[in-house]
Nanobody
């Protein structure tokens, strides 16, 4: 059963822009107030970079603050991530999930397939 589907990644030049989208199953949206975008760079652990509450308050990791904007459409069960001024350090697989603790099924974290963002210098 696919519950989270991320899309919108791709290859972009440094300084460029991308908008990521995430379709979330209603069961997750209705049971978790906060949603977030995570990313995992090669050789690094997955990290939470942006978080949005059900009332649309937002928080960002220091490394992305000022360059990323998280938003949500509760009517469509969608989460978005607008990214500007991309640099090579933004190269990673991006995931959305409940935040700060990911959605779990029978005690195991559930993740979508993610969407690859590659920034060329």
């Amino acid at each position: 059963q696919v519950l989270i589907v991320e899309s919108g990644g791709g290859l972009v030049q440094a300084g460029g822009y991308l908008r990521l989208s995430c379709a979330v199953d209603g069961s997750i949206f209705s049971s978790h107030n906060d949603m977030g975008w995570f990313r995992q760079a090669p050789g690094k652990r997955r990290e939470l970079i942006a978080r949005i509450t059900s009332s649309e308050n937002t928080e960002y990791a220091g490394s992305v603050k000022g360059r990323l904007l998280i938003s949500r459409d509760n009517g469509k069960n969608m989460i978005y991530l607008h990214m500007i001024s991309l640099n090579a350090e933004d190269t990673a697989v991006y995931y959305c999930n409940a935040a700060p603790r990911p959605y779990t099924i029978n005690g195991r974290e559930y993740w979508g397939q993610g969407t690859q963002v590659t920034v060329s210098s």
